[in-house]
């Protein structure tokens, strides 16, 4: 059973979510915050799975929160949920440590699978806004010379790499390269040990701050 903690400000937007998680036969909602100081204080408490995190709350917003969270239960894993693709928080968020972000409009299917995928520890980009947040917050200015680091990699990692910052998921980037599967997520697990990055999300941030890919002008 996933434990879930629910933080969001608005007891509506809590209470479909509960009915969401909860209908859903393999998740457990532990507890629900009205703000990211109680999100933190019923972390520490009921020791969860998954947090649901606002990111607008009042006190101590879903950032802040995150940041402590995951300095003081990193095996706890964040998921942030975000009315506006362009949140000027959002991107905060995954810099302090969130797993994901969904936006509040994501179809019930899609939040379940997202809780899912955190809680086995993997990350979840929503591939659109992501893209759009990186756009707006990574700047389109001169290129950046390439790091040391990216040596590591092999071409084909650069390639896979690239196309993770696009987006696409394992599957997709399987069948543009014309690799398995499998294939495609061994390359993807080797960028993150080589770059020692934490996860997917991560490694999408990194792709466009080291100039991998260029946002869209």
Same mark, same amino acid.
């Given at each position: 059973m996933i434990r879930v903690?629910?933080?969001?400000?608005?007891?509506?937007?809590?209470?479909?979510l509960k009915m969401i998680?909860?209908?859903?036969?393999?998740?457990?909602?532990? +507890? $629900? %915050?009205? #703000?990211? +100081? $109680? %999100?933190? #204080?019923?972390?520490l408490h009921l020791n969860p799975d998954v947090v649901l995190m606002d990111v607008r709350m009042p006190d101590m917003d879903g950032v802040a929160a995150t940041r402590q969270l995951r300095a003081q239960v990193p095996h706890i894993h964040?998921?942030?949920?975000?009315?506006?693709?362009?949140?000027?928080y959002v991107y905060a968020a995954l810099r302090a440590g969130a797993s994901a972000f969904l936006l509040k409009d994501t179809l019930a299917d899609d939040l379940l699978s997202a809780v899912r995928v955190v809680a086995r520890g993997e990350a979840v980009v929503a591939p659109s806004a992501t893209r759009r947040l990186l756009e707006r917050y990574v700047g389109v200015g001169d290129e950046p010379p390439p790091p040391a680091d990216l040596g590591r990699l092999t071409e084909r990692e650069r390639e896979v790499l690239g196309l993770v910052a696009k987006g696409m998921s394992n599957l997709e980037i399987a069948a543009a390269l014309f690799l398995?599967?499998?294939?495609?997520?061994?390359h993807v697990s080797r960028i993150l040990s080589k770059l020692e990055?934490?996860?997917r999300v991560h490694a999408v941030v990194y792709a466009y701050e080291r100039g991998v890919i260029r946002p869209a002008t």
């Open positions: 903690l629910i933080a969001d400000d608005q007891a509506l937007v809590r209470t479909g998680l909860e209908n859903a036969g393999d998740m457990s909602v532990v +507890g $629900e %915050a009205g #703000d990211g +100081g $109680e %999100a933190v #204080d019923l972390a964040v998921l942030v949920l975000t009315t506006f693709d362009l949140d000027e398995t599967e499998g294939t495609v997520k061994t990055l934490r996860d």
